[in-house]
């Protein structure tokens, strides 16, 4: 499910917001960012005795994006590693297939956007990571992102009622 709107998310950041194919990677970054929010939007509501309430969302978010995002990076990095191992011969190659195609670009230019590419998305995942209120957490247990998440959400509202702290909740219909 959340693999075709991350694709539509991500054809809609590449395409409509003018991110442009070489810049792939920042949409799925992105996108994938969007649809981990989403998809953690619902957690609540599935703890025992919360069936049937309205999704309320949660502080604990899986980090699948952020393996994705550094492969984008490495993936990046790669392509900019085969660029610049390319021979003379095989750089004007490259370049005429992409004016075959109605690309019109130059080597250095290629370099340039590759190069950006792989120092843009560590720039965003460095300032991600680095905004986070807390390191982030591996868990190594058993279970799987979701089942882990609902524990630790069921342990925060136990201590959170144990200590007095759990916001009150609102009467029905206010």
Not at 89 to 101: F, G
Not at 152 to 171: F, V
């Amino acid at each position: 499910m959340s693999f075709g709107l991350a694709d539509a998310i991500r054809t809609n950041l590449v395409e409509f917001v003018g991110l442009g194919a070489a810049n792939a990677g920042f949409a799925s970054f992105w996108s994938n960012l969007i649809i981990a929010c989403l998809s953690i939007s619902s957690t609540r509501s599935r703890l025992p005795g919360n069936e049937g309430r309205k999704a309320v969302g949660t502080n604990f978010l899986g980090a699948g994006f952020i393996a994705e995002q550094i492969n984008d990076i490495y993936e990046q990095a790669r392509y900019l590693q085969k660029l610049l191992q390319l021979t003379l011969e095989e750089r004007e190659e490259l370049i005429d297939s992409y004016a075959a195609k109605g690309y019109y670009t130059t080597f250095e230019s290629e370099i340039g956007k590759a190069l950006n590419a792989v120092v843009e998305g560590s720039r965003q995942t460095c300032e991600f990571m680095n905004n986070l209120q807390c390191q982030p957490l591996i868990y190594t247990g058993d279970g799987d992102t979701d089942q882990v998440i609902d524990l630790l959400e069921r342990l925060m509202i136990l201590h959170q009622t144990s200590m007095g702290t759990l916001p009150p909740r609102r009467k029905l219909g206010s």
